[in-house]
């Protein structure tokens, strides 16, 4: 399709729940990168993959988070043992090549967590 | 490493007042800028992008921006703004080498009818 599809839309958890969020990327793009908005404020770029290998993960914290893009699955993202400042919309993107087409990011509608 | 400044956090104007927003990035090489709209509620949708070339460009819904190099600003620009414009406005660049965009804090536009 040629949509981004996150799921849930929504999220609620308990303090040291688990959360898994999963992104459907456009078929044909290789890349997808996941970002964190808390608040409101600026997008915070966690990880990045090609394909199914990790391209950059210089922003995801070293613990409790991780995330996978196998193939034939949709990605995911997943906390371990959730914090109240995990609240967040978290967003995922695809794109064909980002080098060669810079503008051709699609973002998907978010998944917002909840940590209660 | 890349960072990005947007300098007003909420802006409220009336419909038919003209629109700027200020963005100033951070970084040494060749850039690739653009800006993104949110709609309450909705995922991030693209306005406009700079690669190369004119640097005045031309977005959708009557937005543009123009990069001046000396002073690493893109700002966006509106001669008159709509009701339907209210939206909050992210600042991104992507560095030559990195496949990652870097963003802004944002800036709230709040269009008064």
């Known amino acids: 399709g040629e949509e981004v599809a996150q799921t849930p839309k929504h999220l609620v958890r308990g303090e040291g729940q688990k959360a898994k969020l999963y992104c459907a990327p456009i078929k044909g793009h290789s890349y997808v990168f996941w970002y964190q908005q808390v608040l409101k404020n600026e997008f915070k770029f966690l990880i990045s993959?090609?394909?199914?290998?990790?391209?950059?993960e210089t922003g995801m914290p070293k613990e409790r988070f991780s995330a996978k893009c196998l193939p034939n699955s949709p990605c995911s993202l997943e906390i371990q043992a959730t914090k109240l400042e995990d609240s967040a919309v978290y967003f995922c993107?695809?794109?064909?090549?980002?080098?060669?087409?810079?503008?051709?990011?699609?973002f998907g509608s978010g998944t917002r967590l909840t940590v209660v | 490493a890349q960072s990005v400044s947007q300098h007003n956090h909420h802006v409220i104007l009336s419909e038919a007042a003209s629109l700027e927003l200020g963005c100033n990035y951070s970084?040494?090489?060749?850039?690739?800028l653009f800006w993104y709209v949110q709609y309450p509620g909705q995922h991030l949708q693209l306005l406009l992008k700079?690669?190369?070339?004119?640097?005045l460009v031309k977005g959708i819904k009557g937005f543009e921006a123009e990069f001046i190099k000396s002073k690493f600003s893109f700002n966006l620009r509106k001669p008159s703004v709509q009701w339907s414009d209210t939206a909050e406005y992210f600042c991104a660049v992507k560095g030559e080498y990195g496949n990652k965009l870097v963003f802004g804090a944002g800036t709230i536009l709040r269009v008064k009818s």
């Open positions: 970084y040494g090489g060749t850039v690739n």
């Open positions: 700079y690669f190369s070339g004119d640097p």
């Open positions: 993107a695809s794109s064909q090549n980002p080098l060669a087409n810079p503008g051709g990011y699609t």
């Open positions: 993959f090609q394909n199914e290998n990790v391209f950059d």
